[in-house]
T-cell receptor, first 108, second 111 residues
């Protein structure tokens, strides 16, 4: 089945710094999602991005489907950005395969 | 706004008890899912459903069952809870495009 790899596994930032998270996937996909899991465990939708670039405030995402990767950019990071970031791609039947996540810690 | 509601944020149950985890979505989504999340193991799919009264096993269905009597509601049932079912349980629903929306999660502890 399709494999999803995220990097880096851990990231520590000083507040105000920028960062890029990467998601590689092993097969062609027709969509990709990014999620943020907050410290209380809830998974929040960030982007639904089959291809191209989307922006939402300080966050943006780019998916290059032909090269099988997606990038999540966080600019001017804040302590509330801390948590785990997951990417996920569909397999058969609209089930999603999740990466292992990137743990982000933003220090004040 | 998209809304997936799980009935309990935190539960503590005894070994052998029957446990119901309820999930309701208000978006008229066809697809609903139950995942569990454990440290080091990521998110694992337990069961999913494409329509009312339909269910399919995910990757780890053993020890669980589900019920979908109405389109908006998907219940996860632990017939006889065991300590290895202590976990975070996450319900989700998706539209036909596959965009997934999660509830707040339910942390279950089985003593």
């Amino acid at each position: 089945g399709i494999q999803v790899e995220q990097s880096p596994p851990d990231l520590i930032l000083q507040e105000g710094a920028n960062s890029t998270l990467r998601c590689n996937f092993s097969d062609s996909v027709n969509n990709l999602q990014w999620f943020h899991q907050n410290p209380w465990g809830q998974l929040i939708n960030l982007f639904y991005i089959p291809s191209g670039t989307k922006q939402n405030g300080r966050l943006s995402a780019t998916t290059v489907a032909t090269e099988r990767y997606s990038l999540l950019y966080i600019s001017s990071s804040q302590t509330t950005d801390s948590g785990v970031y997951f990417c996920a791609v569909p397999t058969y039947g609209n089930k999603l395969v999740f990466g292992a996540g990137t743990i982000l810690r933003v220090k004040s | 706004d998209v809304k997936v509601t799980q009935s309990s944020r935190y539960l503590v149950k005894r070994t052998g008890e029957k446990v119901f985890l309820e999930c309701v979505q208000d978006m008229d989504h066809e697809n609903m899912f139950w995942y569990r999340q454990d440290p080091g193991l990521g998110l694992r799919l337990i069961y999913f459903s494409y329509d009312v009264k339909m269910k399919e096993k995910g990757d780890i269905p053993e020890g669980y069952s589900v019920s979908r009597e109405k389109k908006e509601r998907f219940s996860l049932i632990l017939e006889s809870a065991s300590t290895n079912q202590t976990s975070m349980y996450l319900c989700a629903s998706s539209m036909l495009t596959g965009e997934l929306f999660f509830g707040e999660g339910s942390r279950l502890t089985v003593l």
